[in-house]
C-alpha cells in the first residue's frame, strides 16, 4: 500500500510535442466500492468488470471479505463477489483498516449500521482526521450505536442496530457519501427510508439498488432531490460493467487541452450528469471538447471524450456545480491558472474535509508555481497567465492523489518543471497514471524527481 514512510518523489517536464492518442483510463472509483458492497449484500454471484483496481477498492474488497462475502478475482479488472444477502453479513474478527479511503469508511458504516454486528475501523492518517459525524449522527436513529475518537474522528467502533429504523433524513451537505451510507443502513430497516439532499449528488447507489432489485422512488426538489428506498429487499446478484473514471480521465483531458498541438480521446468515460461539471465548465472556459459514441452501458452513460489544445478564458463557476466537480476543483485551477483572466471558483467549503484540505492545498500548489490565487471565504480566485505559467516549484501532496496529479499536470504545461513531494497516493485511484501519460507524450515526461 502507500506507505508514508516511504515517500515516492515524482517530476513533471513539457514534452517536445502535443499529447496524442486514443486511451483508456481505470474503472470508476465510486462504482467500484458500490459494486463489491452490493455484491456483498445481494443473493447469488456477482461478476463485475473494469472494476477499479487501486487501493480505495481493494480496501473495500478486503473488508467485504472480512465480513463474509466471498471476493476473488478472475481476470484483469474481472472479479466475482458471492454475496450474503441483505442482513446476512458476520462480525469480522479484526480491525477494518479502510485506508486513504473516505467513500469506503463512510459506506461500511451504513451498511455496519443495519447489521446486529460488533467493528471497529480505522484508516491512514489523512482518513483518521476526516469527519465521521456526518454519517454516524444519521445512522444512530436506525438504533446502532457509534463510539468515535475526539472530533468524531476514526478509529470507531460500531455495534449495529438489532432491527434497524428506517431514517428519515434531510443532510445538511450535499453528499453522496452520506446519502449512500443512510440509504445502505435502509436496506436492512422494515419500512421506507426517506432521504432529502439540498443538491443533487451521484446517484450511483440509487441506480445500482434498482439494478440489483430494489425499489427506490426519486423526486426532485427544487433545488435537491428526495430518495425512497423500501426497506428489506432482496437485492439478486446481477452484472456490473465499471465505465472509466470522469474524474480520471479529468487529468488526462485538461493536459490535452493545455499542452500546444496535443488531441487525445479517453474512450469509455463514464457520463452521468452528475458527474460532468468539469466539462461543462471547461466548455464554458471554451475548451474543444466533444463526445462520440455516447450509449448507455451497464446502467450509466458512457462516451468517448477528446479534448483538442486551443486557448482558454476564466469564468465564474457557481456553487450549485460543486456536486457534480467535487473532486475536480485541483485540476480545474491548474486549467485557471493556464486561461486568460481570474477564474472564480464559488462555494468550495466541502474540499476542505476531502484527503487534504484542498482548498489551502491547492491555492498552495498554484502560489508554488508563480500563479497568484486567494481563497475569500469558501471561495477560490485564480489569476490566469494566458498560457505562460511559470512552474518550478515543489508541491506538497498531503497524503492526497488528485493534488499530486494536478502538480504533475501543471508540469507539462509550466515553463520550468514541477516537482510533487510523494506520489504515492496516486495509486488510490489511478494506477498508471505516471506510464499512461508518458504513452500519450509520447516520451517519460513524468519521471523521478
Ligand atoms: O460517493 C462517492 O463515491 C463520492 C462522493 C464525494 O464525496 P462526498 O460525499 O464527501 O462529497 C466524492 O468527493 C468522493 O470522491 C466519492
Ligand atoms: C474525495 C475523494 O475520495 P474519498 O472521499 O473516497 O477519499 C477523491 O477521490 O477525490
Redesign the pocket.
Known sequence: MAHPDAPHPLRAAAPSRGLAGRHTVPGD???S??ALMFGALAVGTTEISGLLEGEDVLRTAAAMRALGAEVEQTGPGAWRVAGRGVGGLVEPSDVLDMGNS??AA??LCGLLAGHPIFAVMTGDASLRKRPMR?VTEPLSATGASFWTREGGRLPLAVRGAAEALPLDYTLP????????ACLLAGLCARGTTRIIEPER??D??ENMLRHFGATVRVEDLAPGRLVELEGQPELVAAPILVPGDP?SAAFLLVAALLVPRSRVTVENVGLNPLRTGLFTTLREMGARLTVENARVAGGEPVGDVTAEYGPLRAVEVPPGRA?SM??EYPVLAVAAAAAEGETRMRGLS?LR??ESDRLAATAALLAANGISARIEGDDLLVQGRSGAVPGGGLVATHMDHRLAMSALVMGLVARAPVAVDDAAFIET?FPGFAALVNLAAGGPVIGPA
Open positions: 472509483k465510486s462504482i466500492h458500490r473516505g467513500t463512510r459506506l456526518r451537505v450535499a453528499s453522496a457519501q452520506v446519502k449512500s449528488t451521484r450511483h447507489t474524474s456536486p467535487i473532486d466541502e474535509v476531502k485511484s
